[in-house]
């Protein structure tokens, strides 16, 4: 009996040290565990990219240098020297109409000079014989005075039938149509022997020198172009051919019209395209697409959505404000994510920030 109670004591101690011994490998168990990287999975954050979307826009190619060219006088089309497509130079006569009203207002109006012109020397002289009479006192004071203003009067009628006479002599000279600028005859609008009224269109004329075309566009693509824009320029019947490249050189301003296409004028550079042409303009509206992280990457707690951001196989716990659900991706706000970054999207149950992660 004695010896059974005192092997009692062994079997205890024996038990003690074999419970102290499992406790301390468990210990160094999970501290092992705790050292060891996580296991996730991670993609990438997409969007942010400058997206161009070609547009394009029809033109006809025309000369930068044109007129439409009118009468200022009506009257009958006398002469029509030049043909269709023809090349002129600068003054050419193109064409000229005859009015019987515009000879006879023109010698009508010389006559009427002449005749003041006449009577203010006769005044002139005779105020100056008044002058000398008046230092003698032969000629009163007022007498003088009279004279002296019939002859300013004939000064300023003469004024007035001058301007007549170089207003007349204008009216003959617009009887002539005149090429500004040399170039080459693209329409002839009237007939000789037609009635012509003052401002009706007669001869359209272009110059060759340069070349250009308009397209129009909505209201809100004009803040994708600006001056001095170079923009590709695409041939219709020939879309096979390298496009000519444009110049933005005039802009029109937006208008509060609803629906209204806005011009914008495109140089063209020199012998690359000829007028009457059809084309096409590209214009590339830029557009910045939207941040996106999958779905199962975003988790919600008490302090708002975030989700861990791996860097250097340490996983990061990073907010984000969402901004709607795309299919399985969600937009987000863009903020400490920049695209490219790499998000954990399974296995972040298990996470949290700072742990070393380990990306499968």
Known sequence: MSLFVRSLPITLASMLLAVVSLSGCNSSASEQAADQPVSVRVAEVTGGQVVEIPLRFSGIVRAAQRATLTF???????ERPVELGQTVKAGDVLASVYNPALEPARDSAAARLDELKTQYDQAQREW????????????????????????????????????????????????????????????????????VAAGQPVVRLSSPLGREVEVRVPAHLL???????????????????????????????????????????????PNSLSAGEPV?????????????????????????????????????????????????????????????????????????????????
């Open 72 to 78: 200022q006088v009506s009257g009958t089309l006398k």
């Open 128 to 195: 100056e014989r008044s002058s000398r009479l008046h230092q003698r006192g032969v000629v009163s004071e007022q007498s003088l005075e009279q004279i002296a203003a019939r002859r300013d009067s004939l000064r300023a009628s003469m004024a007035t039938a001058r301007a007549s006479l170089a207003e007349a002599t204008r009216l003959l000279e617009e009887s002539v149509l005149k090429a500004p600028f040399a170039g080459q005859v693209e329409a002839l609008l009237v007939e000789r022997d037609e009635f």
């Open 223 to 269: 803040g994708h172009v600006r001056l001095g824009q170079e923009l590709p320029v695409w041939l219709v019947q020939d879309r096979n051919r390298e496009p000519a490249t444009g110049t933005v050189v005039e802009i029109a301003q937006g208008s509060s019209i609803r629906g209204e296409l806005h011009p914008v004028l495109v140089s063209l550079p």
């Open 280 to 360: 096409e303009v590209g214009i590339a509206p830029v557009q910045e697409s939207a941040v996106t992280v999958p779905l199962l990457a975003v988790m919600r707690d008490s302090t708002g959505t975030s989700v861990f951001r791996v860097e250097n196989s340490v996983a990061y716990k990073v907010p984000v404000e969402v901004d709607r659900v795309i299919g399985e991706r969600v937009m987000i706000h863009t903020g400490a994510l920049n695209p490219g970054d790499q998000v954990v999207y399974a296995g972040m149950t298990r996470l949290v920030d700072g742990d070393t992660v380990e990306v499968r």
